[in-house]
Every structure is written in structure tokens, then in C-alpha cells.
T-cell receptor
Framework: ELKVEQNPLFLSMQEGKNYTIYCNYS?????LYWYRQDPGKSLESLFV?????AVKQEGRLMASLDTKARLSTLHITAAVHDLSATYFC????????????FGKGTKLSVKP | DTGVSQDPRHKITKRGQNVTFRCDPI?????LYWYRQTLGQGPEFLTY????????KSRLLSDRFSAERPKGSFSTLEIQRTEQGDSAMYLC????????????FGPGTRLTVL
């Protein structure tokens, strides 16, 4: 059974600082996704990572994938308050392109 | 607005009642997914459709749950004889079914079972 673990689950950081969220998964998968969720809202797609060594960047967020280590990272550069949200990684299970297994999420709070 | 829409956004019901939720996917998307999310957790997969065919069902989807997508467009999720443990946010997502296959989520239906 595929398990997806994120850490940390809670992250409080100051504006301007850098930090990394980690996503480990237990079995081989071809696709890894990062989503953002604001309180009371639905999920917004951030990145799709499809191959080993894939790196994608959007603004202050950069995601990478190491399929051999079964690890993805979401790096935050010079955090700003607007990045406060919960971030989920999700891994496709069994190559079915249907069943995404989500981590528990990392609740990020950026304080001035 | 061409995103995924869900109706209703909130539903309060009494234990034992039946409820039905609707999801309208992005128009050209042939895949449609249902997830359930409880407080402080990530979404949990329930089921998905390729056009009108239901291709996968999670073991979370007990006999009280049924989903349909009769014409390959909108979908309904029905919960019969609701229980308090069914209280959750029910999320619908759709995708094109391409290699990158990003799932786009709707706003969700929040179910409260009293």
C-alpha cells in the first residue's frame, strides 16, 4: 500500500526566510503533484513532476523530484505572507492515473 | 467560470437520511474523480470515471455510497442512510486524461450529519 508522508506538518516562518517541505512516498510512482489549499477553499494545482530529477519553479516556490529516493521537496524562497496555506503532495497510485494518495499536508504560516 | 463546480456547497442532514451531491467538470475533461477530506487530513480517493465508465472504487466507498456519471458529463454522488462519520468535505476533480493529467478540483460540498 502506498503511503505518503510530509514533514513538517506545521511550519511557522518569518517573512524573508527560506525553508523546505519534504514529501516521502513508499512505493514507485511516475507522477507527483503539489497542491495548495487556503482555509475553507479547494485545492489549487501548483506543480506536476513526472520524472527523476524534475525541477519546476513558480515564483518563490520550487519543487523537485528524486524517484530513486522516493522524495520530493518544495522549497520556499524569501517567504511572504501570501504563501500562508496548507501544501499537499500527492502521488499517483498504481499507474492508474486515477487514484492519488495525498499526504496529510503542511500548514505553513508566514509571519511578518 | 469554466472551472469544476459542485452543488450544493453545504449540506446539513440528519442521521439516516439520504443525500446527493452533483459535480460538473470542466467541459472537455473526460475524467472525473471524487475525494473525501476530513479536517486536518489530505483528500482521500473515493472513485473515478473515464467518460461514463466507473473505473476505480476505493474500499472507503461502502455499499451506502454510489456514484454515477450517466452521460459522461456531470456526476452525482449519493450517500444513503448517512452516519455521523460521513461528515466531511466531498471534493470533485476533473482532468483531461493526458500524460501530465493534472486534476483540477472543485470548491467541494461540506456535509454535516447531525
Amino acid at each position: 500500500e502506498l503511503k505518503v508522508e510530509q514533514n513538517p506538518l506545521f511550519l511557522s516562518m518569518q517573512e524573508g526566510k527560506n525553508y523546505t517541505i519534504y514529501c516521502n512516498y513508499s512505493t514507485t510512482s511516475d507522477r507527483l503533484y503539489w497542491y495548495r489549499q487556503d482555509p475553507g477553499k479547494s485545492l489549487e494545482s501548483l506543480f506536476v513532476l513526472l520524472s527523476n530529477g524534475a525541477v519546476k519553479q513558480e515564483g518563490r516556490l520550487m519543487a523537485s523530484l528524486d524517484t530513486k529516493a522516493r522524495l520530493s521537496t518544495l522549497h520556499i524562497t524569501a517567504a511572504v505572507h501570501d504563501l500562508s496555506a496548507t501544501y499537499f503532495c500527492a502521488v499517483e497510485y498504481g499507474g492508474s492515473q486515477g487514484n492519488l494518495i495525498f499526504g496529510k499536508g503542511t500548514k505553513l504560516s508566514v509571519k511578518p | 467560470d469554466t472551472g469544476v463546480s459542485q452543488d450544493p456547497r453545504h449540506k446539513i442532514t440528519k442521521r439516516g437520511q439520504n443525500v446527493t451531491f452533483r459535480c460538473d467538470p470542466i467541459s472537455e475533461h473526460n475524467r472525473l474523480y471524487w475525494y473525501r477530506q476530513t479536517l486536518g487530513q489530505g483528500p482521500e480517493f473515493l472513485t473515478y470515471f473515464q467518460n461514463e465508465a466507473q473505473l476505480e472504487k476505493s474500499r472507503l466507498l461502502s455499499d451506502r455510497f454510489s456514484a454515477e456519471r450517466p452521460k459522461g458529463s456531470f456526476s452525482t454522488l449519493e450517500i444513503q442512510r448517512t452516519e455521523q462519520g460521513d461528515s466531511a468535505m466531498y471534493l470533485c476533480a476533473s482532468s483531461l486524461g493526458t500524460y501530465t493529467d493534472t486534476q483540477y478540483f472543485g470548491p467541494g460540498t461540506r456535509l454535516t450529519v447531525l
